[in-house]
């Protein structure tokens, strides 16, 4: 990466939009086919909300450099963000194709796929990304909310206590949990204390109160 990419990183870290705009237009005068200053620029515009203008610089970028994975990982995000998860997919999954072989990339393209009504593709990307990253709980999180809605009702339980192995006030996974138990067959009985918990972490967590009443409903 040259000085002046890295030094546009910097200022969008820092949150200095104009200035990252200013070096990353001197350095596009300077290199016209340096694709990593298109992307950084798509991705400063992207961040403004400018989708249409985003679009035109990513475009630019794979007129230079068409295997260039991150374009498409970039462009993939601005498809997510602008909830057009087909084409998010489409885009997460040339990432991969043309190298991109990392854990966000996955997680992405599991999460548009989810979102876009198909779960059973989703499945194995998400694994794929809590693989190459163990501790990223929402990664988890998500796969495991899909293995509870393929009805794989023991995996989902491994994954949901992996959860909160790694973070213990997950109030939602602990929720998610319990639910699974109890879809699974277990008593009642020894899900209620789950549910109790989830309200001791989340005073507010409307469907643990909810399945509390039901269960005590049913027990009367």
Do not use: W
Not at 45 to 57: I, Y
Not at 88 to 103: C, I, N, S, Y
Not at 176 to 202: C, H, K, W
């Amino acid at each position: 990466m040259t000085d002046l990419n890295a030094k546009a990183l910097e200022h969008m870290q820092k949150g200095e939009v104009e200035e990252a705009v200013k070096v990353l237009t001197a350095q596009i005068e300077n290199e016209p086919t340096d694709v990593v200053a298109y992307v950084n620029f798509g991705n400063v515009l992207l961040s403004m909300g400018d989708v249409e203008r985003a679009a035109r610089f990513y475009d630019r970028a794979i007129e230079v450099d068409a295997e260039a994975p991150t374009i498409y990982y970039s462009y993939g995000n601005l498809y997510y963000q602008a909830q057009e998860y087909t084409k998010a997919a489409r885009k997460f999954q040339l990432a991969l194709e043309k190298g991109l072989d990392e854990a966000d990339v996955y997680f992405m393209l599991g999460i548009s796929l989810l979102t876009d009504g198909k779960a059973k593709l989703a499945l194995p990307y998400l694994l794929t990304a809590t693989e190459k990253n163990p501790t990223d709980t929402e990664a988890l999180f998500q796969y495991a909310l899909v293995l509870a809605q393929l009805e794989m009702m023991p995996e989902a339980i491994a994954a949901f206590e992996q959860v909160l192995v790694l973070d213990e006030t997950q109030a939602d996974a602990l929720y998610y949990l319990a639910t699974a138990r109890l879809m699974n067959g277990e008593d009642s009985n020894l899900i209620t204390p789950l549910f109790e918990q989830v309200l001791v972490l989340d005073p507010t967590h409307e469907m643990a109160q909810s399945a509390l009443d039901a269960i005590r409903a049913y027990e009367q």
